[in-house]
């Protein structure tokens, strides 16, 4: 009953499409498409959570649809259904802030038709049980997506960025596919049942999960798979780059999780090395980037590679305890990565929301013409500020949650026999919490730029707040960040069910311990009480306020603010992203992107500005993409003589293909 009422209100979903096309470009259309698509969203989130937090057994249903014989499977078990959870959750908050932020969408009738078909696409993918269907889904998550990376087409760095992703998830969903026809075997065992029960060999399990990484790995966002994510997500509508970002990327961490830690079988210890070295990679080459860049939203695309990172370096450790019987310790890991999906999954969505704030606000992207918006916009910049901290995993906020699990798992790598994990698995802790560090410095720059000093244009300086439902919509998810936060055991139990079916153990119960405290592995090693610290917060922030606005003088005192040694009070002697991130730039930028700086200073008595131009380059595109796209150029100008051919040459190309063919048959053995 449950599945079937899932499978309803996606089905309305895709009737909302239809409806989208049918109406045009009138204002009860965006309010009709969003409403529907944020109440669909909120039934599939209480089915899921329901199905999740009573840990109920798994409902299937097959349609008549799909592959002949075989039908279309559709599942919901505790993994499905927390990623449904994750999904919808997201859904939800894009549609409530979209109502608001909709209005000011100059072509809404590119938006609205695909809108309500990504939806549905995710939450296809999480409910399919069958490979066809789930690639079929996958697929349609794709295009339905890529219609809306192109939505303002006009630009051409948005057609750009729709065709590098298109790109990118054709490569993604072909590898998936080979995965799948592996796990299938010969006898063509499609469902996901069949598979659990194949048990590939280990060499076939190597290359599933290789195909995986790259299917799965490049819609998520591992380095060096991550080239069309920046390009993307800043291309697309704000509520909709909140959804690729915050919620199409778990949906990826999915299609990994359940292939590889549900349908796969035991895992061997060295595929953790392999999921362990790309997670350190990437969430560090992640912030460097994100460090680098004056796009709000760019930056903001660039901070997901480095959270997709900490999550495989969760899912990582999982499967190396997995592989060594510490079901224990894995318990502990993978609870880590999950529960970071979804902190993630909140906070950037949070983020996505305040960057399209800026934009409606401003019509700027750029930090560097803003400036100032934290009296203009206070309620924005205090729900971005939330967001910052919450992604700097600063406590009590929930980032602060799942980066800790994560160290906690890491602590326990010197019990595994492997002398190689031994040694991986603290050097990986070391990237993430140079990750951690760097993120920090990342977010203090994005929030300082953009809301604090004085406005840098006019733009900044007109700015005004938005609107209402805009803001509800930040609020909601900035509450989310602090309940996870100071509240972090419930969800950390409600994850038990999920870690039970993947690694078959759990999490010692967190919500009977005292004062609400969690303790991952033991009282002697470690807890954390994230309530009693935002006790603590919430006092010592307020004693200081008051004993400065009522215990200090009152006698009023003015001076002249700190000018950087420049008497002129123009906002061109502020700091900006570019001045903030140089230190960082020099200290990582000549290897990382071969960063040269060139000064011009002007002679004595030469009126000329002098002027820093600053060259970064981007060496991932470089080596691996853009060769790539060389040859392909060329093979395809070679092959484009084929349409000129005469009627001879052809029947001659066909007829030498068909012995080929005939020969290959007689040759096979």
Not at 251 to 259: C, S, T
Request: charged share 10%; hydrophobic share 55%.
């Amino acid at each position: 009953m449950m599945l079937t009422l899932a499978l309803s209100c996606i089905a309305g979903l895709l009737a909302l499409s239809v409806l989208a096309v049918a109406s045009g470009r009138s204002p009860v259309t965006m309010r009709i498409v969003y409403g529907a698509s944020l109440a669909a969203s909120l039934v599939l989130l209480i089915l899921a959570t329901t199905h999740l937090l009573g840990a109920q057994a798994p409902a299937s249903v097959t349609l008549p649809l799909g592959l002949p014989w075989v039908g279309a499977h559709f599942r919901i078990d505790v993994l499905g259904a927390f990623f449904l959870a994750v999904v919808d959750l997201g859904a939800a908050a894009a549609s409530l802030f979209a109502l608001g932020y909709g209005r000011h969408d100059q072509e809404p009738e590119r938006v609205l038709p695909f809108y309500p078909l990504f939806l549905a696409g995710m939450n296809l993918v999480v409910l399919a049980d069958d490979a066809f269907t789930f690639l079929v889904s996958w697929e349609f998550m794709s295009l339905t997506s890529w219609g809306l990376v192109i939505a303002h087409h006009r630009v051409s760095d948005n057609l750009r960025a729709g065709y590098v992703y298109l790109v990118m998830a054709s490569l993604g969903t072909l590898t998936l596919l080979l995965a799948f026809g592996l796990l299938a075997g010969p006898e063509g065992n499609y469902t996901f049942a069949q598979i659990r029960d194949g048990h590939p060999s280990p060499a076939v399990g190597a290359l599933v999960l290789i195909l995986v990484l790259i299917g799965a790995g490049s819609k998520a966002g591992l380095v060096p798979l991550h080239a069309w994510l920046p390009l993307a997500h800043p291309a697309a509508p704000s509520h909709v780059s909140a959804l690729m970002s915050g919620v199409m990327t778990k949906v990826a961490v999915y299609g990994f999780v359940r292939v590889v830690l549900d349908l796969l079988g035991p895992p061997m210890w060295w595929w953790s090395v392999v999921v362990l070295t790309l997670g350190g990679i990437t969430c560090v080459m992640g912030v460097l980037y994100a460090l680098m860049q004056n796009d709000l939203k760019r930056l903001l695309a660039y901070s997901t590679v480095e959270n997709i990172g900490v999550i495989f370096i969760g899912l990582g450790l999982a499967l190396a305890f997995k592989a060594y019987g510490m079901t224990a310790a894995a318990a502990l890991a993978l609870t880590a990565g999950l529960l970071h999906v979804f902190n993630h999954s909140v906070f950037k969505s949070l983020l996505f929301f305040g960057s399209g704030a800026v934009l409606t606000a401003t019509g700027e992207r750029d930090m560097e013409r803003l400036g100032g918006l934290i009296h203009r916009m206070p309620q924005t910049a205090f729900v971005f500020l939330v967001g910052c901290a919450a992604i700097s995993a600063l406590p009590p906020l929930n980032g602060f949650i799942s980066e800790w699990l994560t160290f906690q798992a890491i602590l326990l790598s010197p019990e595994l026999p492997s002398w190689g994990l031994k040694f991986l698995v603290p050097a990986v802790g070391a990237l993430l919490a140079m990750s951690a560090a760097l993120a920090a410095a990342c977010f203090v720059k994005a929030f300082g730029v953009t809301f604090l000093g004085r406005p840098r244009t006019p733009a900044a300086e007109q700015a005004h707040e938005v609107d209402t439902l805009s803001l509800a919509a930040m609020f909601c998810l900035a509450t989310i960040c602090l309940a996870v936060g100071i509240l972090p055991g419930l969800f950390m139990d409600a994850l038990a069910p999920v870690a039970d079916l993947l690694v078959g153990d759990r999490m010692p119960m967190q919500r009977g311990v005292e004062w609400l405290s969690i303790v991952p592995i033991t009282d002697s090693r470690s807890s954390y009480n994230g309530l009693l610290v935002f006790v603590f917060t919430l006092l010592s922030g307020s004693l200081a306020a008051f004993a400065i606005h009522r215990l200090a003088s009152d006698k009023l005192r003015r001076a002249p603010a700190w000018d950087c040694g420049y008497p002129d009070a123009s906002p061109a002697t502020q700091y900006t992203a570019d001045s903030f991130a140089q230190p960082i730039r020099r200290v990582f930028g000549t290897l990382v992107f071969r960063a040269r700086e060139h000064g011009d200073m002007p002679a004595p008595g030469d009126m000329r500005p002098a002027r820093l131009v600053v060259d970064l380059r981007d060496l991932i595109w470089e080596a691996l993409y853009a060769p790539a796209a060389t040859a392909v150029t060329n093979v395809s100008e070679r092959l484009n003589r084929l349409q000129f051919l005469t009627i001879r040459q052809y029947l001659s190309l066909v007829f030498g293909a068909l012995i080929t063919l005939l020969l290959v048959l007689a040759i096979w053995p």
